[in-house]
């Protein structure tokens, strides 16, 4: 019998845990429960900015899962951010540790060519660690945006995403509308360039991202999305279909 395949999980920052207040990193157990869910064992990535543990850590596992969380450091992607917008940000409480963390961790992904499903902060971590940028704060840059911040109904439905026909996350869900929830006040802005756009709000805001036909075999699977789909994996198929598709890729890594 096939062993399942492990999932190293990069979890949250919090500035005070139950184990004497000390800075804690943190899992939900939404994204838990849907790895399980699709035949998967999570692992959660260490507290470490050490290249050699990171590397490591990647080589033990058959793919990787950004999770979401506070916004990114500008000083990644815009590091002349004027006051105003910066003074809309709300950085993790490590002193950036996070954030060095996960553009190591993305680097070594396509270093070994492993999966990689990032969702939400992971979504736009990625896009930074692959040189892209981000809008630090849609209702200051977007302000005839939708709300795309709707943090009372993060386990439910809040509008559609229009999907590229062709495209991995259509093929996945089998549909070219995908419903899904919205919990950010940041996005994508410019594209890192290896990849591209396969999905948008109505309002044109970025909500997935995929691998350029080009650049396929960097990796064999990646998947980025702004939404939550592990909060919505109880009740609709199609996010079901996520994270057993990534699931599936890992599997198949860990076979080779």
């Known amino acids: 019998m096939n062993k399942p395949p492990v999932v190293l999980v990069s979890p949250n920052v919090e500035k005070k ?15 838990q429960r849907a790895l399980l869910g699709a035949g998967a064992i999570p692992l959660a990535l260490p507290a470490t900015e050490s290249r050699a543990a990171i590397a490591a850590a ?13 916004d990114v450091d500008p000083r990644h992607y815009e590091p002349r951010m004027p006051a105003a917008l910066r003074r ?4 993790t409480p490590d002193d950036g540790a996070r954030d060095t963390r996960e553009i190591l961790l993305v680097k070594e992904v396509f270093r070994q060519r492993k999966p990689i499903l990032a ?10 660690a692959l040189g892209g940028g981000l809008l630090a704060d849609i209702p200051s840059q977007l302000p005839l945006s939708l709300n795309h911040r709707q943090m009372q109904r993060r386990s439910q439905i809040v509008h559609q995403v229009r999907l590229k026909k062709g495209s991995l996350l259509a093929k996945i869900t089998g549909r070219l509308s995908l419903g899904v929830n919205s919990t950010h ?8 360039k290896p990849l591209e756009v396969s999905g948008t709000s109505p309002d044109g805001v970025i909500e997935a991202m995929e691998l350029k036909r080009s650049c ?16 919505l994996v109880s009740r609709h198929a199609a996010h079901r279909a996520i994270f057993r598709a990534f699931v599936a890729a890992c599997r198949a890594e860990g076979q080779t």
């Open 17 to 31: 845990g139950d184990e004497f207040g000390d800075l804690s990193t943190s899992l939900s157990e939404t994204y």
């Open 58 to 70: 990647v080589r033990r596992c058959d793919g990787v899962l950004l999770t979401g969380g506070e």
């Open 88 to 91: 809309k940000i709300h950085v």
């Open 119 to 128: 969702i939400c902060r992971g979504h736009q971590v990625l896009n930074v």
């Open 185 to 192: 006040h940041q996005a994508v802005g410019f594209v890192a």
């Open 216 to 231: 396929l075999k960097m990796v064999p699977f990646l998947l980025s999305l702004q939404f939550h789909p592990e909060r």
